[in-house]
T-cell receptor
Framework: NAGVTQTPKFQVLKTGQSMTLQCAQD?????MSWYRQDPGMGLRLIHY???????DQGEVPNGYNVSRSTTEDFPLRLLSAAPSQTSVYFC??????????????FGSGTRLTVV | AQKVTQAQTEISVVEKEDVTLDCVYE???????LFWYKQPPSGELVFLIR??????QNEISGRYSWNFQKSTSSFNFTITASQVVDSAVYFC??????????????FGKGTHLIIQP
C-alpha cells in the first residue's frame, strides 16, 4: 500500500544509546519531515527536507540528526538518547502539483521510551 | 517565526450539537498553507483539509465546514450535527511556502473534542 512507513513501532532505549528511526515513502513526494508529539504540546517539527540532499532544522532539532540521500527515505538519528526524548515520533511527506502544496501524509508513528 | 494557537484545550458537547473549533495563526510568509488534522484515540493523523493563503473561500464537506478569514488570521472548523465518531483531538497546522519549497508544519496544541451520546 502506498504511504509512509515508519519502523520500528515501539522502542525502548537506555540513556546514552543511539538509534535510527526509519521513514520511507513510496509516493515520490519531495517534502519529508519529522515531528515529536508530547502530551499537551501538540506536534513539534524536528527536521524537514525539501528534496534529496537538502535538509533543515525545525523547532526542536537538538539531539537529532537527519540525512536524505534518496527521495524515498528520511531516517532520524538519535545520537545519545536522553529521557527527555521519550515521545511519539511521526514522519510525514507531501508534494506539490500545479503549484499547490498538498496535504501531508503521516506514518503511524514510533513510540520511543528512554530509560 | 510561525505560530498556531488553538485556545480551546477541550470541548465537550452532546451528540447532534454543532461545534466550532478555533484556530488563529501568525506568520510573516506571503504564501502559506493551513491544514486541519484529526487524531482519533487510535493515534493516527488523518488529513481533513488544506487551504492556501490566496483562497479565502469557505469550504463544506458533508457535516464539516471551514471558515478562513485572512483579516483575522483565523481558520475555524465547524462540525454540524456532531456524532460520537467525531470524538478525537483536532489539530490546526501551518506550512510556509517559498521559492525554496515547503518548510514543514507548525501545529497548534490541539483541541480534544468529546461528543457525548
Amino acid at each position: 500500500n502506498a504511504g509512509v512507513t515508519q519502523t520500528p513501532k515501539f522502542q525502548v532505549l537506555k540513556t546514552g544509546q543511539s538509534m535510527t528511526l526509519q521513514c520511507a515513502q513510496d509516493m515520490n513526494h519531495e517534502y519529508m519531515s519529522w515531528y515529536r508529539q508530547d502530551p499537551g504540546m501538540g506536534l513539534r517539527l524536528i527536521h524537514y527536507s525539501v528534496g534529496a540532499g537538502i535538509t533543515d532544522q525545525g523547532e526542536v532539532p537538538n539531539g537529532y540528526n537527519v540525512s536524505r540521500s534518496t527521495t524515498e527515505d528520511f531516517p532520524l538519528r538519535l545520537l545519545s538518547a536522553a529521557p527527555s526524548q521519550t515521545s511519539v515520533y511521526f514522519c510525514a511527506s507531501s508534494h506539490t502539483a500545479r503549484g499547490q502544496l498538498y496535504g501531508y501524509t503521516f506514518g503511524s508513528g514510533t513510540r520511543l521510551t528512554v530509560v | 517565526a510561525q505560530k498556531v494557537t488553538q485556545a480551546q484545550t477541550e470541548i465537550s458537547v452532546v451528540e447532534k450539537e454543532d461545534v466550532t473549533l478555533d484556530c488563529v495563526y501568525e506568520t510573516r510568509d506571503t504564501t502559506y498553507y493551513l491544514f486541519w488534522y484529526k487524531q482519533p484515540p487510535s493515534g493516527e493523523l488523518v488529513f481533513l483539509i488544506r487551504r492556501n493563503s490566496f483562497d479565502e473561500q469557505n469550504e463544506i464537506s458533508g457535516r464539516y465546514s471551514w471558515n478562513f478569514q485572512k483579516s483575522t488570521s483565523s481558520f475555524n472548523f465547524t462540525i454540524t450535527a456532531s456524532q460520537v465518531v467525531d470524538s478525537a483531538v483536532y489539530f490546526c497546522a501551518l506550512s510556509g511556502y517559498s521559492g525554496g519549497g515547503a518548510d514543514g508544519l507548525t501545529f497548534g496544541k490541539g483541541t480534544h473534542l468529546i461528543i457525548q451520546p
